[in-house]
């Protein structure tokens, strides 16, 4: 997976690490998230983490995990509810 690619999440996660210096079992320990499960976000093998793992994570790096609701795309209408 290309860096331009990835998705928000698999970037701020990755740029974090970095910055602060943390490997995948560094961070891994910090979260009691499995350094395997962190490799597999990262690289795009697991592209859809369950929420719980995400909020770990941020909590590992020392961030709060935030859901933001963004406006519809113009052009794709929302589905109606049923």
Known sequence: MSKTSRPKL?????TEMERQGLSAYALGK???VPAATITRI???DRPDPQASTVERLAA???AEFVLTHLPEKQGRPR???E
């Not at 698999?10 to 990755?14: E, S, T």
């Open 60 to 62: 590992g790096l020392g």
């Open 10 to 14: 698999v970037v701020a996660i990755a």
């Open 42 to 44: 990262l690289s795009g």
């Open 79 to 81: 589905k109606a509810k």
């Open 30 to 32: 910090l979260a009691k």
